[in-house]
């Protein structure tokens, strides 16, 4: 059974960061496509971040130079290291994964594996 556990969320400044961590269980993430998406109230769900099997990374343009995504196939743990943070990053953050099909930010916000998310909230 996947099971994909997030942590790190939190409260910051404008120009602050955090580091979200996803810990994944069930899985092995040397072979799935892993990412974050996230969703804000009212808002539609938007993906942030993937990375591949392979360790390639895909950004949004609105993450794009803030944000990194990593993994540790060792611990079987995706990160989303977030720098620059704006008041519009508010959201609640969630990770995902998908061993099938393409590995683009708009496809992880759509798998059916997913944790249940942590919030994010950013002040100006």
């Known amino acids: 059974q996947v099971r994909l556990v997030e942590s790190g969320g939190g409260s910051v400044q404008a120009g602050g960061s955090l580091r979200l961590s996803c810990a994944g269980s069930?899985?092995?993430?040397?072979?799935?496509?892993l990412g974050w998406f996230r969703q804000a109230p009212g808002k539609e769900r938007e993906g942030v971040a993937v990375?591949?099997?392979?360790?390639?990374?895909t950004y949004a343009d609105s993450v794009k130079g803030r944000f990194a995504i990593s993994k540790d196939n060792a611990e079987n743990t995706l990160y989303l290291q977030m720098n620059s943070l704006k008041p519009e990053d508010t959201a609640v953050y969630y990770c995902?994964?998908?061993?099938?099909?393409?590995?683009?930010?708009?496809?992880?916000?759509?798998?059916?594996?997913r944790g249940q998310g942590t919030q994010v909230t950013v002040s100006s």
């Open positions: 995902a994964a998908r061993r099938w099909g393409p590995c683009t930010v708009v496809a992880v916000s759509r798998s059916s594996y």
């Open positions: 069930g899985i092995d993430t040397r072979n799935y496509c």
């Open positions: 990375i591949t099997a392979d360790s390639r990374s």
